[in-house]
């Protein structure tokens, strides 16, 4: 049987491993989201996860804007080009500092017939009061500038593809993202919108490598942003890189459990969702990565406790299901994220 923390559950699940239980404060509050049902005469099958009115255009609801796609060249992430889009909420006042929503795999977040339709559901979540008003920023991984005329220029054709750039901008542990993102393109949303400088009114997310790329984020830059979310995340040897002549090696992403357990408690408020179908291959498995990421973060926040630590400590929720390496459940379940994230208390 799943374990469910969101109020979904799935069929059960030939690959499903134990979910471990994350301790919460007692003044969390709940997280609901509706049961998935199959249509009548029908059987659900494995990560079958249709979106809920929460993700579609709803009477009544006052259109945001969604602007762009802006062209933007990195300095901090050299040689590259990437687009990025905003999405400004009906609802937003220049003399009110907006939150901040930024999501990784921009052209997939915002494809109006994706399975994620973040701009939608930040305009229902905006409206019915669930959420503060939040400018959202989608951005692409960078694509390699090429010599010779529109070299410089995000091809036209790739469509909902990756960019060349993206395993080594996502999959990476260090801060250049970080630095790319809080030194570079903020700054630049600033000359045209008001956004919060409050570390807490910061969300950030993605799904496969873009969510790992968020957690990077919020792990290396938790003065900028402390809300995480995580679908399908690649918590992976992907980023890894043997010893050389040249230098030493790059660690992957399975090293964060370790960096967890054994480092100082992020102030970080995290939502990981992974299904029991997800990848297993080279790699890692995926399932059982984000299943070590929890453990990890329920571990620390344990021990902790117990040695009487003062400071803060990771606040977090999960949603195991039974789908593959697919945006469906994570798409079903942002609304119902993004009210936990944004929720008051921890």
């Given at each position: 049987?799943?374990?469910?923390?969101?109020?979904?559950?799935?069929?059960?699940?030939?690959?499903?491993?134990?979910?471990?239980?994350?301790?919460?404060?007692?003044?969390?509050?709940?997280?609901?989201?509706?049961?998935?049902?199959?249509?009548?005469?029908?059987?659900?099958?494995?990560?079958?996860?249709?979106?809920?009115?929460?993700?579609?255009?709803?009477?009544?609801?006052?259109?945001?804007?969604?602007?762009?796609?802006?062209?933007?060249?990195?300095?901090?992430?050299?040689?590259?080009?990437?687009?990025?889009?905003?999405?400004?909420?009906?609802?937003?006042?220049?003399?009110?500092?907006?939150?901040?929503?930024?999501?990784?795999?921009?052209?997939?977040?915002?494809?109006?017939?994706?399975?994620?339709?973040?701009?939608?559901?930040?305009?229902?979540?905006?409206?019915?009061?669930?959420?503060?008003?939040?400018?959202g920023i989608f951005i692409t991984p960078g694509n390699t500038i090429q010599p010779g005329p529109k070299g410089d220029q995000y091809p036209d054709d790739l469509g909902m593809k990756n960019p060349d750039h993206r395993?080594?901008?996502?999959?990476?542990?260090?801060?250049?993202?970080?630095?790319?993102?809080?030194?570079?393109?903020?700054?630049?949303?600033?000359?045209?919108?008001?956004?919060?400088?409050?570390?807490?009114?910061?969300?950030?997310?993605?799904?496969?490598?873009?969510?790992?790329?968020?957690?990077?984020?919020?792990?290396?830059?938790?003065?900028?942003?402390?809300?995480?979310?995580?679908?399908?995340?690649?918590?992976?040897?992907?980023?890894?890189?043997?010893?050389?002549?040249?230098?030493?090696?790059?660690?992957?992403?399975?090293?964060?459990?370790?960096?967890?357990?054994?480092?100082?408690?992020?102030?970080?408020?995290?939502?990981?969702?992974?299904?029991?179908?997800?990848?297993?291959?080279?790699?890692?498995?995926?399932?059982?990565?984000?299943?070590?990421?929890?453990?990890?973060?329920?571990?620390?926040?344990?021990?902790?406790?117990?040695?009487?630590?003062?400071?803060?400590?990771?606040?977090?929720?999960?949603?195991?299901?039974?789908?593959?390496?697919?945006?469906?459940?994570?798409?079903?379940?942002?609304?119902?994220?993004?009210?936990?994230?944004?929720?008051?208390?921890?």
């Open positions: 049987m799943l374990f469910s923390v969101l109020g979904i559950t799935g069929g059960a699940a030939t690959q499903a491993a134990p979910a471990v239980p994350t301790p919460a404060p007692a003044s969390s509050p709940p997280v609901t989201a509706p049961a998935v049902t199959s249509s009548p005469g029908t059987e659900r099958k494995p990560g079958d996860y249709p979106l809920t009115a929460d993700s579609l255009p709803q009477p009544g609801v006052p259109k945001g804007r969604l602007e762009g796609p802006f062209s933007f060249k990195s300095r901090v992430i050299p040689n590259t080009v990437r687009r990025y889009w905003l999405f400004v909420p009906a609802q937003y006042k220049p003399d009110h500092a907006a939150s901040v929503l930024v999501f990784q795999d921009g052209q997939r977040a915002t494809n109006p017939e994706g399975s994620l339709r973040v701009p939608t559901v930040l305009e229902n979540a905006i409206h019915k009061g669930d959420i503060p008003v939040t400018i395993a080594q901008e996502y999959d990476a542990l260090d801060d250049a993202y970080a630095r790319f993102l809080t030194l570079e393109l903020l700054p630049e949303v600033k000359k045209r919108y008001r956004l919060s400088d409050d570390p807490e009114q910061h969300a950030i997310g993605g799904t496969s490598s873009g969510a790992i790329c968020a957690f990077t984020v919020a792990w290396q830059r938790p003065d900028v942003f402390r809300k995480v979310i995580s679908m399908i995340g690649s918590y992976t040897s992907i980023g890894y890189e043997p010893a050389t002549e040249a230098g030493p090696m790059t660690p992957g992403g399975d090293l964060y459990p370790t960096l967890i357990r054994k480092g100082a408690i992020r102030p970080i408020k995290v939502f990981l969702q992974d299904g029991s179908h997800d990848l297993d291959n080279e790699h890692g498995n995926w399932f059982l990565a984000n299943q070590q990421m929890l453990a990890a973060l329920a571990w620390r926040n344990a021990h902790a406790d117990e040695a009487g630590e003062t400071g803060p400590r990771y606040v977090v929720r999960h949603e195991w299901g039974d789908g593959a390496h697919s945006d469906a459940h994570g798409g079903m379940l942002l609304p119902a994220v993004l009210r936990w994230i944004w929720g008051g208390g921890s």
